[in-house]
């Protein structure tokens, strides 16, 4: 028996050490794009193989295993789309979809990531760590000058150099990867905690857990990583739609929604900002504002830049975060106070669902309203939100390199400041991005879907949202193609048999505001083979300079 064992325990092992050196060779050796898509496919695959073989929680019902692999696969892909229904899973299962999320989610990717690129880094240098610490301090005191009699007066050592900027980035990624897993860490558990006694205390939420039998305990857990991630998969059939009455549950959600994705670089910038402040307090150590532009500058060239992101832009993209959803907000109360989307709610009730509904709408999709209800203007902002990258701005800001700054008589020299580096000079400009035709078509789809609000309702056959876009379009591309209208189409009899037919565009049917947004569409659109050289002459035009 003991040589059994002793066999079985040699097999484990040999299997263990065996898929070590294949993930490593895989890891190694992978272009990035096929490293994701086999990590991916690793994880869908697996989680797939365990919802097959769990058990569902209702003894007659048997979930197919098209439906099982489609909901592994928006678990591992944060999606959050479903086929089933999620009260008929079991909490085995729902355990399953959570540990997916969490694994696919763009910040334990970037995790593995950080780690993947540290180790590859010592690989590569195997001489690591010996006088790697010197050479940091000696690199911290070296000084760039753009004169050429200097450069040449005192030439510098290129593989000292190349060295210390290696064990700067590669110490910049530990860093990082070290903040990172704290910060995801601290998120959870918190966020898990203050959800379950949330759910614990207020009776309102406690009853609708009651009623579904779901424990408190995997609900918090689940929906704290299902925000988070933002995965959008939750225990209940109906998202967050069953608390819509809960605000404090909404707010916290929609604190871990932005803490996860949108504001991430921000939330990371202030986590490492506050961690140097108190290293300066208590180790005694002086490093302020550089360190921090050095830290971003440095995961930036590894191709971490999107985890840290420098000063100006942090505040860029928190301004751009902030206005985009107080527009959904704004958007989304004018065109449905009093409409059935918020039903039985009070004020401060509405104004939280628009909100939580707002940040839902750019990456998460957890919904705590019925979006069939929703104005069609506004889901046609939730359409151009989906297609808004999650660190997109309004503004982009551009590094002057060692130009003068304000100030300077504007020419000569540039001004050195105090640790002997040239001052940098930044611009910012407004971000090209908004000013695309796709960003126009989305505007003025909108636009058409609130002076043509009436129709919409009251004639959704004809007055559809895919019409109202393929008039859109067709206006822009200077096509003439049209849907038309129909009489055949009317819902209510009377109207029908007083309504006749005319062979003319569906356009032909809109209101005159209607009509006037396609006529400076249509013009757009005959000139689009300028519209490049527009918006960057818009884009010169509106440039802000900002010295640092």
Known sequence: MPIRVHVLVSSAAHVVSSSVSVCRLVAFHLSPLLLHLSYFLAIDLLGFLALVLLEPSSPGYRPRCVDLFFMST???????????????????????LTLLMLLGSEMFVSLLGLLLESRKRRRHDPDHG??????????????????????????PAPSSSASSDDDREESCLASLAVVLSVYMATILAVGSLLVFVYVATVPSARDVLARKGINAALFSASATVSSFTNGGLLPTNESMAVFAANRGLLLLLTGQILAGNTLLPVFLRLVVWATRGLERAFAGRRRGSEGLESMAEDAAAAGFGYLLLPGLQ????????????????????CLNW??????????????????????????????????SLVAPAVLVLFLAMMCIPATATFFSVHDGGGSAVAGDGGGGEPEPNKHGAAKKRRS?????????????????????????RRSLSGDPLNFSTFNVIFEVLSAYGNLGLSTGYSCSRLLRQ??????????????????DQGKLLLVLLMLYGRLKGFDKKASQELTKAGALSVGE
């Open 74 to 96: 928006s678990a591992a892909t944060v999606t959050g789309l479903a086929t089933v229904k999620m009260e008929d899973l079991s909490s085995s299962h729902i355990v399953v």
């Open 130 to 155: 010996h006088g790697s610490s010197s050479r940091v301090r000696s690199s911290a005191a070296v000084t760039f000058s753009d004169e050429p009699n200097l450069e040449e007066a005192n030439p």
């Open 314 to 333: 942090a505040a860029s993209l928190a301004v751009t975060v902030v206005a985009v959803a107080a527009a959904a907000v704004a958007l989304l109360c």
């Open 338 to 371: 009093d409409s059935a989307v918020f039903d039985g709610l009070t004020s401060g009730e509405k104004i939280t669902n628009a909100l939580f509904m707002a940040v839902n709408a750019r990456q998460a999709g957890e919904n705590s309203v019925d979006c």
């Open 428 to 452: 910012l400009s407004l971000n090209s991005m908004f000013l695309t035709p796709l960003a126009c078509v989305a505007a003025v789809t909108m636009l058409v879907c609130v002076t043509e």
């Open 494 to 511: 009377e109207e029908a048999s007083a309504c006749h037919d005319k062979p003319y565009s569906f356009s032909g049917w809109w209101s």
